[in-house]
């Protein structure tokens, strides 16, 4: 370099970005991790807490994380170590740290950073160690290790723990999945786990027949979804569920289609694994409470389902029940979506969002929602 050059700094970017409920974080090439939204309980760099976020604030206690995941009111951090840091409310024992406060209790809604009915900074769970993968519901939890094992904590009124009782568990809990696991997938109130066969085995709540058995009763132990082998990804919404298989890399879905989660353009109830074809050729996909996007072999994006806040991202409010192209994005490396909220990060390490805005989900420093891409104030 010559005498006097000032040689240009990297611009700080967006790797990895996270979503769930009304909250999202972006971890960055920094090692940083910035968040935004409804934060609950979890501390931002000016020590406040229970403030909805309208900007990406910094919070030191997530640096170097390998892996966010972010649930109703709490969320996880996968560290270097292989150790998982929890925070936000611990109701229904779904932080896995031994408490499990009534709703409601600990006075009228305060925080109080006690550990008692919330963590307001991220904190190592005790029993967890070696874990390469953690998935969040809505108010359950697991986590893999390096040896194919899974534990899973949280409420478990439906069996989402997997543990063959109804009981709450408020510290990780051993769940039996056959053959190994390879992949974990959560939804609302149910789990799913890709084993090295290529199996689907799935549990928890099954009012919509999520778990992809004709009975609509949960399953409280893993259960092998009949008909599926070579699975390869999958997503798991509320009411819906699509997998990836290895074969031409076709896509099949089912559950509940009230407003297109099975986006296969028909608009009904499917019990069983069912094809579509819109979806062929995706590299990966994604589900919310309502809608669902994938992200395209062409780097694109094309969403489906609900659209009552612009979350599908083709500038309208029209209900979509097929996938349907995201306005003005390209060079998209990943997608992820939240309760009525989606979220893209693209090659250049932006992350642009659109759909609802009202607690500050799109990190744009307003509360007005988007119907297309908007980029994130990082």
């Not at 990804?233 to 031409?248: E, H």
């Not at 969403?303 to 979350?311: A, K, R, V």
Request: hydrophobic letters at 40%.
């Amino acid at each position: 370099m010559a005498c006097g050059t000032v040689q240009a700094q990297p611009a700080v970017r967006a790797v990895d970005v996270a979503v769930g409920g009304d909250m999202a974080c972006a971890r960055m090439s920094d090692a940083s991790v910035r968040c935004w939204g409804v934060l609950g309980s979890l501390r931002g760099p000016d020590r406040a807490s229970s403030i909805d976020r309208v900007r990406p604030v910094t919070v030191a206690g997530l640096a170097g994380a390998l892996q966010i995941v972010i649930g109703d009111n709490h969320g996880f951090a996968r560290m270097p170590d292989g150790t998982v840091r929890a925070w936000g409310a611990a109701f229904g024992g779904r932080l896995g740290n031994g408490r499990s406060p009534a709703v409601g209790g600990g006075g009228g809604g305060r925080i109080h950073c006690t550990g008692e009915h919330e963590l307001c900074e991220p904190t190592a769970l005790a029993g967890l160690r070696n874990i390469v993968e953690i998935v969040a519901g809505r108010a359950h939890a697991c986590a893999r290790a390096r040896d194919g094992a899974v534990s899973c904590w949280g409420v478990n009124e439906s069996g989402q723990v997997g543990d063959d009782t109804v009981v709450e568990r408020a510290r990780p809990t051993i769940v039996r999945v056959a053959s190994g696991v390879t992949r974990l997938f959560a939804g609302g109130d149910h789990t799913c786990a890709v084993t090295r066969d290529g199996k689907l085995r799935c549990w928890g709540v099954n009012y919509a027949h999520d778990i992809g058995d004709t009975s609509p009763d949960s399953r409280r132990s893993p259960f092998l979804q009949a008909g599926l082998s070579g699975v390869v990804d999958a997503a798991l919404g509320w009411i819906a569920v699509c997998a990836r298989l290895r074969a031409g890399g076709e896509f099949v879905c089912w559950g509940q289609s009230p407003h297109g989660e099975v986006p296969d353009g028909v608009h009904t109830f499917r019990p069983t694994p069912t094809p579509v074809p819109a979806l062929r050729g995706a590299l990966a996909i994604t589900m919310g409470n309502l809608h669902g996007c994938a992200r395209m072999g062409d780097s694109t994006v094309r969403c489906w389902g609900s659209n009552t806040d612009g979350m599908i991202g083709d500038g309208t409010t029209t209900q979509r029940f097929v996938p349907t192209a995201v306005s003005g994005l390209a060079r998209v490396e990943q997608v992820a979506v939240g309760d009525s909220f989606s979220c893209a990060r693209t090659a250049d390490g932006r992350v642009l969002c659109w759909g609802r805005n009202t607690r500050g989900q799109l990190g744009d420093g307003t509360t007005v929602n988007r119907p297309t891409p908007t980029p994130v104030a990082l």
